[in-house]
């Protein structure tokens, strides 16, 4: 049986690349037959679960521009995943017109880019129930079982899905398009636990605004295939998890032997390092967060007196209903933590609560995923 012909080609053409670094959100160091060259990337999400070093990209020539190519995908779980969000409405258009949007079979694009109040959207459409606005949002982050979007906080993201809401009060048919870059997924979701106001307004939004989840396939050369599936979006999950409430890890570097009070335990070395803390909050997690990220403050714990001579690196929530403080810590020291002892709460059977690692753990591979499997992948196979 032959191959099915593809609804989108990505414009090339198209060399592979690996990646080497990230210098800034929209640079990419890249090794090109054996040489380096820096790349163009037209997307500024973290992308943390796309871009390690050794991964191959998809780069296309940019003459003219800053850099002399431009990268526009990235292999995850074996196929390429579009990172290039210019393009993004292009595909999306390229799905309402071959009518494999489930809702939307009907659907013609009348306009782009179109102003409604103090926003601009992506599509007009002209539908049998009159006029329809509709944003598009890419999707990049996904494991085997679960997409996820945002992957970075997105504040106009929220607006958008308020200024959707406002139009279909108003008489105006609106939706949001998500498009999963992969066809593994089965499920759709929120990232509650990057963007929780973005979550919290899409609960808030949904029976007003249409939301659809789709997961496309690319092939290696980059075209979309037609077979495309509408993704399950689990609103109950969402309205018993997406709060504020949780687990979170705390990273902080000492950058030279120090030596801390901390009460009850005495004064306490510090080697050199990175330390993860695990902590929970099962209300006000944010605030949690943030009082960790801040020096000034009065000291209640011991994570408090350590903070004031390590510098703060990364914070990383996993907003759950249930207690996995615990599952975190053992995570830690699977990957390889040095329990520091006795630092910390001791109420639960946890091996520890502060760990300290010889090299940032937040660029390794394997500490990001298993932080991907308890905040997506569990949600779909619990342990």
């Known amino acids: ?5 593809s609804i989108y080609r990505c414009p090339g053409p198209l060399k592979e690349g690996r990646f080497i670094a990230r210098p800034n959100r929209f640079v990419v160091e890249a090794e090109l037959k054996g040489r380096p060259v820096r790349a163009y990337l037209p997307n500024p999400g973290r992308l943390r679960e796309l871009l390690y070093p050794g991964v191959p990209l998809l780069l296309r020539p940019s003459p003219g521009g800053a850099t002399d190519w431009t990268v526009v995908a990235a292999e995850r779980l074996g196929h390429p995943v579009l990172l290039h969000t210019h393009w993004n409405n292009d595909v999306a258009q390229a799905l309402i017109e071959a009518r494999l949007v489930p809702g939307l079979e009907e659907a013609v694009v009348e306009r782009r ?3 409604e109040g103090r926003s601009r959207f992506d599509f007009l459409l002209g539908t049998g129930q009159g006029p329809m606005t509709v944003e598009v949002k890419s999707c990049t982050l996904f494991t085997p079982s679960v997409a996820m979007f945002p992957d970075a906080v997105t504040d106009r993201g929220s607006r958008h899905l308020r200024e959707l809401a406002d139009l279909a009060e108003g008489g105006r048919r609106s939706g949001v398009l998500f498009v ?9 979701l929120p990232d509650y636990h990057t963007d929780l106001t973005f979550a919290r307004t ?3 939004v949904r029976d007003r605004v249409e939301v659809r989840a789709l997961a496309v396939r690319w092939r ?6 037609p077979e495309v599936m509408p993704l399950e979006i689990p609103w109950e999950t969402i309205k018993k998890e997406a709060r504020d409430r949780g687990s979170y890890l705390v990273f902080l570097a000492v950058d030279e032997p120090v030596t801390v009070s901390v009460s009850a335990l005495g004064d306490v070395a510090f080697a050199p ?13 944010t605030a949690r967060v943030e ?15 350590l903070r004031q001579k390590a510098r703060f690196v990364a914070a990383f929530p996993v907003r759950s209903a249930d207690h996995l403080e615990c599952g975190l810590a053992r995570e830690m020291a699977g990957l390889g933590g040095q ?5 910390g709460s001791s109420d639960c059977s946890c091996p520890g609560h502060l760990f300290r690692f010889d090299s940032d753990p937040e660029r390794d591979r394997a500490f990001v995923e298993r932080l991907l499997h308890l905040r997506m992948e569990r949600l779909a196979r619990p342990d």
Do not use: Q
Request: proline share 5%; with cysteine; charged share 25%.
């Open 113 to 115: 880019e179109v102003t």
């Open 180 to 188: 999963v870059h992969s066809s593994r997924p089965g499920l759709f």
């Open 1 to 5: 049986m032959g191959c099915k012909p």
């Open 202 to 204: 899409l609960l808030d």
């Open 291 to 305: 009082r960790h990220r801040r020096r000034r403050k009065t000291l209640h714990g011991h994570i408090d007196s």
């Open 220 to 225: 290696d050369d980059l075209s979309l295939a």
């Open 273 to 285: 390092g990175w330390y993860v803390y695990v902590g929970s909050a099962m209300e006000n997690l």
């Open 339 to 343: 329990v520091v002892p006795r630092f």
